[in-house]
Protein backbone atom coordinates (compact mmCIF):
# COMPACT_ATOMS: atom_id res chain seq x y z
CA UNK A 1 0.00 0.00 0.00
CA UNK A 2 3.15 2.24 0.29
CA UNK A 3 3.47 2.16 -3.72
CA UNK A 4 3.24 5.61 -5.38
CA UNK A 5 0.15 5.69 -8.48
CA UNK A 6 -0.04 8.04 -10.69
CA UNK A 7 -3.54 9.08 -11.66
CA UNK A 8 -4.30 8.34 -15.87
CA UNK A 9 -7.03 10.81 -15.97
CA UNK A 10 -9.18 13.82 -14.22
CA UNK A 11 -10.85 11.78 -11.38
CA UNK A 12 -13.63 13.12 -9.32
CA UNK A 13 -13.41 12.07 -5.95
CA UNK A 14 -14.43 12.90 -2.25
CA UNK A 15 -11.96 14.82 0.30
CA UNK A 16 -11.81 13.08 3.76
CA UNK A 17 -13.30 13.88 6.57
CA UNK A 18 -15.33 16.86 5.06
CA UNK A 19 -17.20 15.23 2.08
CA UNK A 20 -16.28 18.24 -0.41
CA UNK A 21 -16.50 16.76 -3.53
CA UNK A 22 -13.71 17.62 -6.43
CA UNK A 23 -11.59 16.35 -9.05
CA UNK A 24 -7.98 15.59 -8.57
CA UNK A 25 -5.92 16.67 -11.58
CA UNK A 26 -4.69 13.63 -14.19
CA UNK A 27 -0.56 13.05 -13.29
CA UNK A 28 -1.08 13.57 -9.95
CA UNK A 29 0.97 10.92 -7.34
CA UNK A 30 -1.64 8.97 -5.33
CA UNK A 31 -0.82 6.68 -2.36
CA UNK A 32 -3.51 3.92 -1.59
CA UNK A 33 -4.56 3.59 1.71
CA UNK A 34 -7.78 1.39 1.56
CA UNK A 35 -9.01 -0.46 -0.68
CA UNK A 36 -12.54 -1.63 1.41
CA UNK A 37 -16.21 -2.00 0.60
CA UNK A 38 -15.29 -1.29 -3.73
CA UNK A 39 -14.19 2.16 -3.21
CA UNK A 40 -10.55 3.44 -2.81
CA UNK A 41 -9.20 5.50 -0.15
CA UNK A 42 -5.79 7.58 -1.35
CA UNK A 43 -3.27 9.83 0.41
CA UNK A 44 -1.70 12.89 -1.66
CA UNK A 45 0.30 15.70 -0.32
CA UNK A 46 -3.23 17.57 0.34
CA UNK A 47 -4.82 14.54 2.01
CA UNK A 48 -7.08 12.08 1.98
CA UNK A 49 -9.43 11.63 -0.87
CA UNK A 50 -12.05 9.06 -1.23
CA UNK A 51 -12.47 7.71 -5.38
CA UNK A 52 -15.45 5.56 -6.12
CA UNK A 53 -15.22 2.06 -7.56
CA UNK A 54 -16.58 3.47 -10.39
CA UNK A 55 -13.59 5.73 -10.89
CA UNK A 56 -10.96 3.21 -9.12
CA UNK A 57 -9.63 2.42 -12.72
CA UNK A 58 -8.19 5.75 -12.95
CA UNK A 59 -5.42 4.86 -10.73
CA UNK A 60 -2.23 3.62 -12.89
CA UNK A 61 -1.08 0.21 -11.75
CA UNK A 62 -3.99 -0.60 -9.64
CA UNK A 63 -6.28 -3.08 -10.40
CA UNK A 64 -9.72 -1.54 -9.77
CA UNK A 65 -11.36 -5.27 -9.69
CA UNK A 66 -9.55 -5.62 -6.20
CA UNK A 67 -11.24 -3.07 -4.05
CA UNK A 68 -14.27 -5.30 -5.21
CA UNK A 69 -13.23 -7.61 -2.92
CA UNK A 70 -16.42 -7.26 -0.68
CA UNK A 71 -18.97 -7.09 -2.40
CA UNK A 72 -21.69 -9.08 -1.60
CA UNK A 73 -23.13 -12.52 -3.17
CA UNK A 74 -25.91 -11.92 -5.17
CA UNK A 75 -28.79 -14.42 -4.39
CA UNK A 76 -32.23 -14.45 -2.96
CA UNK A 77 -33.46 -11.55 -1.03
CA UNK A 78 -33.37 -11.73 3.25
CA UNK A 79 -32.53 -9.69 5.60
CA UNK A 80 -29.41 -11.39 5.97
CA UNK A 81 -28.62 -10.86 2.77
CA UNK A 82 -28.96 -6.80 3.70
CA UNK A 83 -26.29 -6.81 6.70
CA UNK A 84 -23.83 -8.75 4.89
CA UNK A 85 -24.62 -5.57 2.24
CA UNK A 86 -24.11 -3.42 5.01
CA UNK A 87 -20.74 -5.01 5.82
CA UNK A 88 -19.17 -3.95 2.61
CA UNK A 89 -19.59 -0.28 3.72
CA UNK A 90 -17.05 1.43 5.22
CA UNK A 91 -15.56 4.71 6.68
CA UNK A 92 -13.09 5.73 4.40
CA UNK A 93 -10.66 6.62 7.31
CA UNK A 94 -11.51 3.17 9.28
CA UNK A 95 -11.00 -0.41 8.17
CA UNK A 96 -14.00 -2.09 10.20
CA UNK A 97 -17.17 -2.14 8.24
CA UNK A 98 -20.13 0.21 9.98
CA UNK A 99 -22.04 -3.06 10.89
CA UNK A 100 -18.92 -3.56 12.86
CA UNK A 101 -18.30 -0.05 13.83
CA UNK A 102 -21.62 -0.10 15.65
CA UNK A 103 -22.74 2.52 13.25
CA UNK A 104 -26.15 0.51 12.09
CA UNK A 105 -28.95 1.20 14.99
CA UNK A 106 -31.81 -0.26 12.92
CA UNK A 107 -32.66 -1.99 10.16
CA UNK A 108 -36.69 -2.44 8.82
CA UNK A 109 -37.55 -4.54 5.83
CA UNK A 110 -41.68 -4.62 4.44
CA UNK A 111 -42.82 -6.19 1.85
CA UNK A 112 -44.19 -4.04 -0.93
CA UNK A 113 -47.80 -4.50 -2.36
CA UNK A 114 -46.21 -5.61 -5.46
CA UNK A 115 -44.16 -8.32 -3.85
CA UNK A 116 -41.12 -6.68 -3.71
CA UNK A 117 -39.19 -5.05 -1.00
CA UNK A 118 -38.61 -1.27 0.90
CA UNK A 119 -35.80 -1.39 3.52
CA UNK A 120 -34.94 1.03 5.62
CA UNK A 121 -31.89 2.09 7.86
CA UNK A 122 -31.02 4.22 10.55
CA UNK A 123 -27.38 4.60 11.08
CA UNK A 124 -25.05 7.36 13.06
CA UNK A 125 -21.39 8.35 12.57
CA UNK A 126 -18.44 8.30 14.84
CA UNK A 127 -18.37 12.11 15.06
CA UNK A 128 -21.60 14.76 14.17
CA UNK A 129 -19.52 17.16 12.27
CA UNK A 130 -18.16 14.11 10.25
CA UNK A 131 -18.83 15.40 6.46
CA UNK A 132 -18.34 11.80 4.91
CA UNK A 133 -21.97 10.75 6.48
CA UNK A 134 -24.01 11.60 3.54
CA UNK A 135 -21.60 9.66 1.37
CA UNK A 136 -21.18 6.78 3.63
CA UNK A 137 -24.93 6.54 4.04
CA UNK A 138 -25.26 6.59 0.27
CA UNK A 139 -22.95 3.89 -0.50
CA UNK A 140 -25.28 2.19 2.19
CA UNK A 141 -28.37 2.94 0.11
CA UNK A 142 -27.06 2.09 -3.38
CA UNK A 143 -25.68 -0.92 -1.83
CA UNK A 144 -29.12 -2.16 -0.77
CA UNK A 145 -31.34 -0.83 -3.52
CA UNK A 146 -28.88 -3.27 -6.16
CA UNK A 147 -30.16 -6.02 -3.71
CA UNK A 148 -32.38 -8.44 -5.79
CA UNK A 149 -36.50 -7.58 -5.40
CA UNK A 150 -35.29 -4.36 -3.31
CA UNK A 151 -37.77 -1.95 -4.78
CA UNK A 152 -36.93 1.32 -1.78
CA UNK A 153 -34.01 1.91 -0.12
CA UNK A 154 -33.55 4.35 2.44
CA UNK A 155 -30.76 5.49 4.79
CA UNK A 156 -31.09 7.68 7.32
CA UNK A 157 -28.53 9.18 9.58
CA UNK A 158 -29.59 9.72 13.55
CA UNK A 159 -27.76 11.06 16.33
CA UNK A 160 -29.54 9.27 19.20
CA UNK A 161 -28.25 7.61 20.97
CA UNK A 162 -25.15 8.98 20.45
CA UNK A 163 -22.03 6.83 19.11
CA UNK A 164 -19.19 5.78 21.32
CA UNK A 165 -16.26 3.34 21.24
CA UNK A 166 -17.84 0.40 22.92
CA UNK A 167 -20.64 -0.24 20.29
CA UNK A 168 -17.52 -1.83 18.01
CA UNK A 169 -18.51 -5.16 17.96
CA UNK A 170 -15.92 -7.99 18.80
CA UNK A 171 -14.56 -8.13 15.33
CA UNK A 172 -14.21 -4.73 15.16
CA UNK A 173 -12.07 -4.60 18.20
CA UNK A 174 -9.93 -7.55 17.13
CA UNK A 175 -9.20 -5.91 13.35
CA UNK A 176 -8.61 -2.32 15.07
CA UNK A 177 -5.97 -4.03 17.82
CA UNK A 178 -8.61 -2.84 20.56
CA UNK A 179 -8.84 -5.92 22.52
Known amino acids: MNEVHTLLRDTPATAIPAGDKLTLPSGLNVFIT ?3 GGNVTV ?10 RE ?20 GE ?3 QAVWDTLKTCFDPEIPVNIVDLGLVYDMAVEKTPSGG ?23 A ?28 SDIGRKTLGLE
Open 34 to 36: QTL
Open 117 to 139: HAVEVKMTLTAPGCGMGPVIAED
Open 141 to 168: RAKIAALPTVESAKVHIVWDPQWTPQMI
Open 43 to 52: RTDQGLFRIA
Open 77 to 79: FSE
Open 55 to 74: DAGAIGGFAAGAADAHAPAV
